[in-house]
T-cell receptor
Framework: GAVVSQHPSWVICKSGTSVKIECRSL??????MFWYRQFPKQSLMLMAT?????????EQGVEKDKFLINHASLTLSTLTVTSAHPEDSSFYIC???????????FGPGTRLLVL | GQQLNQSPQSMFIQEGEDVSMNCTSS?????WLWYKQDPGEGPVLLIA?????ELTSNGRLTAQFGITRKDSFLNISASIPSDVGIYFC?????????????FGTGTRLTIIP
């Protein structure tokens, strides 16, 4: 299996601040990065898809100006939640992918709590 | 966004019992995946299915890709305490499982002592 790390594993912030979440693929190069969000007791919902060096594609209902995604290298992608509000409190999970490689693996997740 | 329908929503079983859960979709998928998620962690891949009708095992786990490509089931035999968690099915239109996933609603498995 693939090794994926996320940092931080949890973060608490005040409303209005910005939070950056890092996702790293440690033993392979990810040409595509998927970012998911999971609210308590719910399933995972895709937020956006990004390819290395390109702009991210956002799912319907996800604000691109609020959730900034950078996929500048094949081993690192970042998700920045700008001007966070309590309703952004959720579990954010990345899933790096190599085109043509079977299956998808997920990071350990980052729990965000906005006060 | 779209979600796959998973049933049952939750299960309460005794250790040693067999478990069966399924996942249905209104649309076709080319790949079905089953994941397990423990509290506060990301999903961990259990089984991947790439061909309609395929039956695949991974230890005590067995999963099948429905012949209509609109459903899948997962069986766990002789359950043990570490099987506790939430199980998610996921589908993708990719033949390799490497495109965006649509997840099921989840099945929460609890083992009664």
């Amino acid at each position: 299996g693939a090794v994926v790390s996320q940092h931080p594993s949890w973060v608490i912030c005040k409303s209005g601040t910005s939070v950056k979440i890092e996702c790293r693929s440690l033993d392979f190069q990810a040409t595509t990065m998927f970012w998911y969000r999971q609210f308590p007791k719910q399933s995972l919902m895709l937020m956006a898809t990004s390819n290395e060096g390109s702009k991210a594609t956002y799912e319907q209902g996800v604000e691109k100006d609020k959730f900034l995604i950078n996929h500048a290298s094949l081993t690192l992608s970042t998700l920045t939640v700008t001007s966070a509000h309590p309703e952004d409190s959720s579990f954010y999970i990345c899933s790096p992918q190599v085109t043509g490689r079977e299956t998808q693996y997920f990071g350990p997740g980052t729990r965000l709590l906005v006060l | 966004g779209q979600q796959l329908n998973q049933s049952p929503q939750s299960m309460f079983i005794q250790e040693g019992e067999d478990v069966s859960m399924n996942c249905t979709s209104s649309s076709i998928f080319n790949t079905w995946l089953w994941y397990k998620q423990d509290p506060g962690e990301g999903p961990v891949l259990l089984i991947a299915l790439y061909k309609a009708g395929e039956l695949t095992s991974n230890g005590r786990l067995t999963a099948q890709f429905g012949i209509t490509r609109k459903d899948s089931f997962l069986n766990i035999s002789a359950s043990i305490p570490s099987d506790v968690g939430i199980y998610f099915c996921a589908g993708t239109l990719s033949n390799f499982g490497n495109e965006k996933l649509t997840f099921g609603t989840g099945t929460r498995l609890t083992i009664i002592p």
